[in-house]
């Protein structure tokens, strides 16, 4: 990193390009995790210019809510060295963000839902799906999207921080990612009630399982420190999220075949 004054021209021309505006999140987390709050705030205002230019003329605010998230995130990171409390901030951060696009972007979101019940026409005529059942399921896949895409640009500015500044801090952070058992019993409840109130909550089943996604790989990888190979089955395995995950999924495919 050559300076702020540098950092701070890269995200803002990063943030004006069409296909370059995660850049510019990656530069405002990196900045934030390494030089502190104050530093990546003033970037992240410098930043938050021409990205609020472009949501005042195109009226699409998820740009703005993906920058805002993984600022958030970085700054929580930096402050609590935890990605357990990133991954349950992302969902709460991704709700907020879908709520906020669904009432400041109808007019985008209605394109969508027709789209989709066009799509769907097509590909099977008998299928028929209410508008505002589609409206809700394009909401749920929003969120989940803001959630990944937040969460790999934090993790990339993870990433690039311990490349620059300490090299396999990241890795070493990445292979003890776990979620702990109250963590994953919260979430797995949380599921339940969404899938008991389908018509209401339905839409946030799928958000709920990101954080056991981005812990899967954990669950039966370098349990053993050397071969990767899960060689001992104990109580804290029945937590991990391998056993988790396909158990939500199902749930969520059942409650959409129902649905």
């Known amino acids: ?27 405002v987390a990196l900045v934030c995790l390494r030089s ?12 938050l210019l021409p990205v609020g230019v472009a949501f005042y003329f195109v009226g699409d605010p998820s740009p703005m809510i993906a920058l805002i998230g993984t600022f958030m995130m970085a700054m929580l990171l930096r402050q609590t060295l935890s990605w357990e409390l990133v991954l349950i901030a992302s969902v709460v951060f991704s709700a907020a963000g879908a709520l906020i696009f ?7 979101l209605d394109r969508f839902v027709q789209f989709y019940i ?3 026409a097509q590909v099977d005529a008998s299928v028929v799906i209410d508008p505002v059942q589609a409206r809700k399921l394009l909401m749920g896949f929003f969120a989940v999207g803001q ?34 058992p109250a963590v994953s019993g919260s979430i797995v409840l949380a599921m339940a009630v969404c899938y ?17 996604v981005f812990c899967l790989n954990w669950a039966g990888t370098l349990v053993d420190g050397k071969q990767g190979i899960v060689k001992k ?27």
């Not at 500015?157 to 311990?162: P, V, Y």
């Not at 008991?196 to 056991?212: K, Y």
């Not at 395995?237 to 649905?259: K, Q, T």
Request: glycine share 10%; proline share 4%; charged share 10%.
């Open 102 to 108: 669904e009432f400041t972007a109808a007019g985008i």
């Open 36 to 47: 502190g709050v104050a530093a990546g705030s003033l970037i992240f205002l410098w930043t």
């Open 1 to 27: 990193m050559r300076g702020r004054a540098y950092a701070t021209a890269i995200s803002m021309v990063a943030a004006a390009l069409p296909l370059l505006g995660w850049l510019s999140t990656v530069i």
């Open 233 to 259: 089955l104990g109580s804290r395995v029945l937590w991990e999220p391998g056993v988790v995950v396909p158990d939500c999924l199902s749930v969520f495919g059942v409650s959409c075949a129902h649905g």
């Open 118 to 120: 066009d799509y769907l």
């Open 196 to 212: 008991m109130f389908g018509d209401q909550l339905g839409r946030w089943l799928p958000l709920l399982t990101v954080p056991l």
């Open 147 to 180: 959630a990944f895409s937040m969460v790999v640009m934090l993790m990339i500015a993870r990433w690039c921080q311990s490349t620059l500044y300490n090299l396999g801090g990241f890795r070493k952070e990445f292979h003890q990612l776990r979620l702990s």
